[in-house]
């Protein structure tokens, strides 16, 4: 009988649900309206821009191509990540699997808390009197992407803990039942079934490293060029962007840009959520 | 019949408290010894010192003995080779989220067996051994969670008889599963019994004596009565095993 009485009684009933209802639909639209307005502004202002030469392979004043960013971000992600997941994923072994509940590991999760609230510009700074100034890399990619690997760290361990933590424990005797070892059944049962949740941070991780500007201006500098070692200075689509709207000569060509970056990141969800498909269902 | 496992002056502590006092039994080869108790009285602890599944737990010790054929498990044994034979079963199915046949040929591939024809065969006779060939041959390569729960029960089973073990360990087996596939599984227990050892923990009372050889009751951490499942049920010793089979608590 419930369900068949019409609607509008049951809200004159409950007036608060009716509010509640209209509020929780207002702030679906509103978010979406928001997403879904930059969206398109970027693209109605940038993608008229798109032009071959856009694409070109160098850069010069009479041309802002914005191939060498896209290649610079890419190396910058892969190293990145290369640096920080065998370190993140390793610490979040540790934490979960071998480390007893105890002082040491309670200092290391405060340590991996604070680190992932800590400002961009900070490890900027870091980075450029480590890497730059002391070890002599210069301005170089190699020094920004180290830079930003310590920066997404924390986020790798967190990501892969959780996701560890949550395997659950009946795989782990089930393994050990059988006469796997420790490390066999870690590599083999436990991580194959946490696979989609470290990708999940990392995903996030691309995301920090893409978005990225700061730090890198005072580790990777600013050069736009394609870089052709890892002590090249070179700038990823972030500092393109910021580097084009702060010149003010080429506004329309840093939307356009925008355009580009947008795209690259949605490739990339796109890819990492194959992969991690892919690779669960095997 | 020979003992396949004699366990002497058995004391067992979770840290300060004790969960085995002064444990005693000798369990019989290629028969079916069941455990039975109400909750928490120690009868999957003590199943769990017979692979030293219970070295995972936190602050656990023991002291007496627990000798599988004449040797002592917890002196300088090799606990991957103890659980090698030792096979296990848990309450509720555990396949790993991958292919049946991966699930099956994982125990062998960590014992060092790589070639495929061989781990082909292991597989093939370990799922017919658990009477569920023919429910799978079709779809060994779908991932082991996509069939029943009564069905991933009897694959964690031939998982466990890939790696060709004495003895089989079996907790609460079939306490997550309907009637039905409870009943398969209590037929392929007896049928098992040819091979190897089996001791089996449960609160069903009507499934120990349905199946089992001998029988012990627990309580407290401690053995009240062991005898054959026969004379435990029809005619118990002790006071308390009686109250506890016609129900009278638990």
Known sequence: MFHSKPKSTFYKAHPLSLLIKILVWASVCITAFVLLFIIAYIFIKGVPHFSLDFFSLKYNSNNVSVLPSIITTIYMILISLLTALPFGIGCAIYLTEYAKESRFVRYIRVTTETLSGIPSIVYGLFGMLFFVTYLKWGFSILAGSLTLAIMILPLIIRSAEEAIIAVDNTYREASYGLGASKLRTIFRIVLPAAISGIFAGVILAIGRIVGESAALIYTAGTVAKIPISGFDSARTLSVHMYALSSEGLNTDKAYATAVVLVALVILINFLANTITKKVGNK | ?250
């Not at chain 2, 002497?8 to 300060?16: Q, T």
């Not at chain 2, 003995?65 to 498990?73: F, H, K, P, R, T």
């Not at chain 2, 209590?186 to 098992?192: A, I, K, N, R, Y």
């Not at chain 2, 009372?205 to 951490?221: C, E, H, N, P, V």
């Open chain 2, 1 to 250: 019949m020979a003992d396949k496992y004699q366990i002497k002056d058995l004391d067992l502590f979770y840290g300060d408290f004790q969960a085995l006092t002064d444990v005693n039994l000798n369990i019989e080869e290629k028969q079916i010894t069941a455990f039975i108790g109400p909750s928490g009285c120690g009868k999957s602890t003590l199943l769990k010192t017979l692979n030293r599944m219970n070295d995972l737990v936190d602050g656990c010790r023991i002291t007496g003995q627990v000798l599988l054929d004449g040797v002592d498990i917890y002196d300088n044994y090799d606990v991957n080779l103890l659980r090698k034979n030792v096979g296990m079963v848990f309450q509720k199915p555990n396949p790993f989220p991958m292919s049946i046949y991966d699930n099956i040929a994982y125990g062998p591939r960590t014992h060092g067996i790589r070639k495929k024809a061989l781990l082909d065969d292991i597989v093939e006779e370990s799922l017919r051994k658990a009477a569920i060939w023919d429910e799978v041959k079709d779809r060994l390569k779908r991932n082991a969670l996509s069939v029943s729960g009564g069905q991933q029960q009897r694959i964690c089973i031939a998982r466990a008889l890939a790696v060709e073990p004495e003895v089989l360990l079996m907790d609460e087996p079939t306490s997550a599963l309907d009637p039905i596939s409870t009943n398969k599984i209590e037929d392929l227990v007896l049928d098992l019994k040819k091979y190897y050892t089996i001791v089996i923990v449960t609160h069903n009372m009507q499934q120990a004596t349905r199946i089992s050889d001998a029988t012990a009751f627990f309580l407290l951490g401690k053995i009240i009565e062991f005898d054959a499942t026969s004379n435990l049920f029809s005619m118990p010793k002790d006071k308390r095993t009686e109250d506890y089979i016609t129900g009278r608590f638990g």
